[in-house]
């Protein structure tokens, strides 16, 4: 059902039997939406994250004398320095390799210290240890092979973009200029040097040709620039990857990476229509200036 939700087509239908292909790499889906990731949790890491929360949750309690029966039994056998279950000698264990990691100079945990505490002078917050952890784990998000080239073509400055994005207040705006450069619109993605289903040009890249170079998109380019140039400040003379790329522009600005945004959500139900609509009484999305103001 999560599945579904981040990469299902276009058609918004859910069926159980069908495998939906995940679009993004997982390595890659940990990172924050700033990064260009989808937040997802690494399930592994989460856990251990928890075991270590435990154990210095007992440690801090057993520091203040506030341990119950199991936590006082558990606490005797450290200092004996032998774990009799298996469950807490896996919590030492991660405890003391995340210590070493992270918190050098806190004691070890056969010296029963204090809890490892935060900035605040507080134990360790489970969301805290997991940071800590996740970043440690997936430094940088990996790009994909579009992003990197995007990088060389137009200079695009990925994962800057995602910090941009990130700031539209236009939910369906944000949404759809995050998937354009995560590279994770449906329906499109397994496109590659095919001919246009619109405008029948050849092209390597769905995503830079649907939303720039397209023969539809051409058509009304002017109209898109118009647009841009009536209701923001920043004015501009092309629609291209430059103008979609929001983190070349000034970041106090807010209306123009909102107006980039509802124009590429725009831009995208006519894609949508155009590609995959089949039911013929609905009327086709137009791109219009008074569609625009509106949103
Ligand atoms: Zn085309």
């Not at 440690?59 to 936590?71: D, E, K, R, V």
């Not at 790329?245 to 106090?252: F, H, L």
């Given at each position: 059902?999560?599945?579904?939700?981040?990469?299902?087509?276009?058609?918004?239908?859910?069926?159980?039997?069908?495998k939906y292909k995940t679009m993004m790499k997982i390595d890659r889906a940990y990172a924050d939406w700033k990064e260009g990731g989808i937040k997802l949790w690494d399930i592994e890491l989460r856990h251990i994250a928890f075991k270590i929360w435990y154990m210095n949750r007992l440690?801090?309690?057993?520091?203040?004398?506030?341990?119950?029966?199991?936590?006082e039994w558990y606490t005797e056998q450290l200092s004996r320095k032998k774990a009799h279950t298996s469950t807490l000698n896996d919590m030492c264990r991660h405890w003391g390799v995340f210590r070493v990691k992270f918190y050098q100079n806190h004691p070890k945990i056969n010296e029963l210290p204090d809890c490892i505490r935060n900035d605040n002078d507080e134990p360790l917050k489970l969301k805290e240890i997991y940071e800590l952890m996740i970043k440690d784990r997936h430094p940088t998000p990996r790009r994909t092979e579009w992003q990197k080239l995007w990088a060389v073509r137009y200079n695009t400055a990925i994962p800057k973009v995602f910090i941009n994005i990130n700031s539209i207040s236009h939910q369906k705006g944000r949404n759809t200029l995050f998937r354009f450069?995560?590279?994770?619109?449906?329906?499109?993605n397994h496109e590659r040097d095919t001919r246009c289903k619109i405008c029948g040009h050849l092209f390597r890249d769905p995503y830079s040709h649907l939303f720039t170079l397209c023969q539809d998109i051409l058509d009304i380019e002017k109209t898109i620039i118009s647009t841009v140039n009536k209701l923001s400040f920043i004015k501009i003379h092309r629609w291209s990857m430059d103008t979609l790329?929001?983190?070349?522009?000034?970041?106090?600005e807010r209306i123009f990476p909102n107006l980039i945004g509802i124009i590429a959500h725009q831009l995208?139900?006519?894609?949508?229509?155009?590609?995959?609509?089949?039911?013929?009484?609905?009327?086709?999305?137009?791109?219009?200036?008074k569609v625009i103001e509106t949103e």
């Open positions: 059902m999560t599945r579904w939700f981040l990469f299902s087509s276009v058609k918004n239908t859910y069926t159980e039997e069908r440690l801090h309690n057993n520091y203040n004398n506030n341990n119950n029966t199991l936590q450069f995560s590279r994770s619109l449906p329906g499109i790329d929001i983190s070349k522009y000034n970041r106090t995208w139900k006519i894609i949508c229509h155009k590609l995959f609509n089949t039911d013929e009484s609905k009327p086709e999305p137009k791109f219009e200036q």
